[in-house]
């Protein structure tokens, strides 16, 4: 036979690569790394407009603008982690009712985390929010359902501990 008719096949070993490679990419993407809340030893913050606000990566916050304390950093007064809410809700089409920054159309429903971190006092408090694509689902730890259905018709779901993450 002569060499020249041989069709080249490729080799066993690129097919396994390629099959690795489609496995890793699937597996990337289903199993994404889990996260849990910023310690608050990252968190940053600073004084904007006569309010307080503290940030980490996409986590933001803020003092409530207008309160007598709305000036005054939580940062350094002994916060602990208090808890984890994964929710949604429906935007408004209240005028006036909703973030000022808010840049969804009335009606749409967006998903987000809430951190919390409490201290002694009632004001002594930092909220933590970090808006996501789509709600997402709980990991480690022991979650529980809210009492009450969301604008969105779900139940937010949440948890107390600090080893809890979600997806």
Aim: glycine content about 8%; hydrophobic content about 30%; aromatic content about 10%.
């Amino acid at each position: 036979m002569n060499p020249s008719t041989f069709k080249k096949q490729p080799s066993l070993s690129m097919f396994c690569l390629s099959g690795f490679i489609s496995l890793a990419a699937l597996f990337g993407a289903t199993y994404a790394s889990a996260e849990s809340c910023p310690d608050l030893s990252q968190v940053t913050g600073s004084l904007d407009n006569g309010t307080y606000k503290y940030q980490f990566g996409n986590w933001k916050g803020s003092n409530q603008p207008g309160a007598p304390d709305a000036e005054k950093s939580y940062l350094n007064a002994g916060l602990h982690f208090d808890r984890v809410t994964l929710a949604q809700r429906v935007i408004s089409s209240t005028e006036g009712s909703e973030d000022p920054n808010e840049t969804e159309s009335p009606g749409t429903t967006v998903a987000y985390i809430r951190c919390d971190y409490v201290g002694a006092g009632d004001d002594a408090r930092i909220r933590l929010v970090k808006r996501v694509g789509e709600l997402p689902k709980p990991d480690a730890g022991t979650w529980e359902n809210e009492t009450t259905t969301n604008t969105a018709g779900t139940i937010n779901k949440y948890c107390t501990h600090t080893s809890c993450s979600f997806k």
